[in-house]
């Protein structure tokens, strides 16, 4: 093997530190950023790569993992035997199900595809029952499979170039739904086919929201897939921004809405990168395309709304790591006037990291709680509220360890 082949840390019994550096080495980050990421030293980084400094205690590890986007802490840590997910929640039951749905195509001819306004409606139900639901995967995971194999007829049963373009769309709207149902599951591969095919429906449908729609799932996944691919994301973000430009100022108000949540997605990925200013300038780009919108209105996607922008806010904050502004932020965003669950919940979990950052870990745990009650599932997939849980029962506060270990047995992170 050449000698510049960047080593396998899971083949032999590496030392944490090793696997700290090929893991950072394979997400393309410099030892300055990760020490950034986890408010320590450069130097402190190369020492405990280099074996100069001992494994660090747990709370440093899972902020470490964080950084890195670590999916399951086995990799970091070299313990295969107790694997614990952090970014990949666990597998729903009805994933093969799923799965099975997106990876067969209708061929038969004997099955008649429902009618185009019928599956639309479908549609436009599941999504409201995916904000509705506390339980959304479950919800949704149920309905995916029969709108796949209808949506796929209805794209192979067109007869007409305007019937296609517009079962292609719906396909491409039912593609986007499943990518909600699958992110943070362990089945990345999935996740990207069903990425891939979600893109190319809606460039075949040549309808701008649904573009918008596609391309703003497309760019989340590849910032999750990190640093490495924060380029890709900012690619398909601002190119999708520029598309839509023209269209604006004679758009409804979906059309609107979407280009209003790309600015903030371009936004998002500045603050990963660390870029401040960018981030803010693209927050207020999109507060000012909210504005735009009825005070009522709210995406049934993306839920890009006026009342979203105070969540938003928090986001940026949070990843910039700026606890003070992430709490100023908290303390002025309205959680009360997010109507979809999912959404609320993980706003909950932006507040709890903002908190953390702070240094107010009780108030961190409280978000955490009013997370759960909005949407367990949210809490139950969500990398950060599973990392802050763990690493607040190991807290030296016993009435901390107490909280943080209650909840995550209702989380299902432990046992009873």
């Excluded at 000698?3 to 530190?17: H, K, Q």
């Excluded at 190991?394 to 909840?407: F, H, T, V, Y």
Aim: proline share 6%; aromatic share 6%.
């Amino acid at each position: 093997m050449p000698s510049d082949v960047t080593p396998n840390p899971f083949i032999e019994p590496i030392a944490f530190g090793q696997r700290m550096q090929v893991l950072r080495t394979r997400r393309g980050m410099s030892r300055t950023v990760l020490a950034g990421l986890v408010g320590k030293s450069p130097s402190w980084v190369k020492q405990v790569e280099g074996g100069q400094l001992q494994m660090p205690k747990l709370p440093m590890v899972l902020r470490i993992a964080e950084a890195l986007r670590v999916r399951d802490l086995a990799e970091l840590m070299g313990d295969q035997s107790v694997p614990t997910a952090l970014f990949a929640g666990p597998g729903h039951a009805r994933l093969p199900q799923v799965r099975a749905a997106i990876d067969a195509y209708p061929f038969t001819a004997d099955v008649e595809a429902p009618p185009a306004a019928h599956l639309e409606a479908r549609l436009v139900r599941a999504w409201k029952a995916r904000h509705s639901s506390p339980n959304h995967r479950e919800v949704v995971g149920a309905l995916l499979p029969e709108l796949i194999r209808d949506a796929q007829l209805g794209v192979r049963q067109s007869e007409t170039a305007a019937e296609r373009r517009s079962g292609q769309a719906l396909l491409s709207q039912t593609y986007s739904l499943c990518q909600f149902f699958i992110a943070y599951q362990p089945d990345s591969s999935l996740l990207w086919r069903v990425v891939e095919r979600g893109m190319v429906a809606a460039l075949e449908s040549e309808d701008p929201h649904t573009l918008g729609v596609a391309a703003w799932l497309a760019a989340q996944a590849h910032r999750d897939s990190g640093p490495a691919n924060f380029d890709a994301a900012d690619a398909v973000t601002l190119e999708t921004i520029r598309y839509l430009e023209s269209l604006l100022p004679e758009a409804g108000d979906d059309v609107l809405a979407i280009a209003g949540a790309l600015q903030f997605e371009a936004g998002y990925t500045a603050a990963r990168r660390g870029d401040t200013g960018s981030a803010w300038g693209y927050w207020d780009v999109a507060r000012a395309m909210a504005e735009r919108l009825p005070g009522d209105y709210y995406h049934p996607v993306t839920s890009f709304s006026r009342a979203v922008m105070g969540a938003h806010a928090v986001t940026v904050a949070v990843e910039l790591h700026a606890g003070g502004e992430s709490v100023r932020q908290a303390a002025v965003a309205d959680a009360a006037t997010i109507p979809s669950r999912p959404r609320r919940a993980r706003h909950r979990i932006e507040e709890a990291r903002g908190y953390q950052l702070d240094g107010q870990p009780e108030v961190a745990l409280a978000a955490l709680e009013k997370a759960f009650e909005a949407a367990p599932e949210t809490m139950r997939y969500n990398g950060y509220a599973r990392r802050i849980l763990l690493e607040e029962a190991e807290s030296k506060s016993p009435s901390q360890r107490r909280r943080a270990s209650e909840l995550a047995v209702r989380v299902g992170m432990l046992a009873a």
